[in-house]
């Protein structure tokens, strides 16, 4: 069993820093891209950040400049430093990987490669 649990986050000043953790953990074969999505109240979820396997990282325009992703292959963990907080990034953030499990079923290796999903956490920054 594959699980992404999430720390960090919680309430945060405009102009002030959060930051958020994601860890895998279970019967993991491999992590490619690994990401955040966030969503605010109403509206749909959206990408927030995402990085490859090799380090290579992708934001959304409305927070290029101010977040960084970044991720660390042998503990299977994503962060996202959150800098020059704005009202505006007020949502529940969702860590996201794209993830290949391993399941061992009568010495048969069987292997499962799907999308996971934390529970979310949630920011908020007052102004």
């Known amino acids: 069993q594959v699980q992404l649990v999430e720390s960090g986050g919680g309430l945060g000043q405009a102009g002030g820093s959060l930051r958020l953790s994601c860890a895998a953990s279970?019967?993991?074969?491999?992590?490619?891209?690994m990401g955040w999505y966030r969503q605010a109240p109403g509206k749909q979820r959206d990408l927030v950040a995402t990085?490859?396997?090799?380090?290579?990282?992708h934001y959304t325009d409305a927070v290029k400049g101010r977040f960084t992703i970044s991720r660390d292959n042998a503990k299977n963990t994503v962060i996202l430093q959150m800098n020059s907080l704005k009202p505006e990034d007020t949502a529940v953030y969702y860590c996201?990987?794209?993830?290949?499990?391993?399941?061992?079923?009568?010495?048969?290796?069987?292997?499962?490669?799907?999308?996971?999903w934390g529970q979310g956490t949630q920011v908020t920054v007052s102004s």
């Open positions: 996201n990987a794209d993830l290949t499990a391993y399941r061992d079923i009568d010495d048969i290796f069987h292997f499962d490669r799907s999308q996971c």
């Open positions: 279970g019967s993991i074969l491999s992590i490619g891209d």
């Open positions: 990085i490859t396997s090799d380090g290579t990282p």
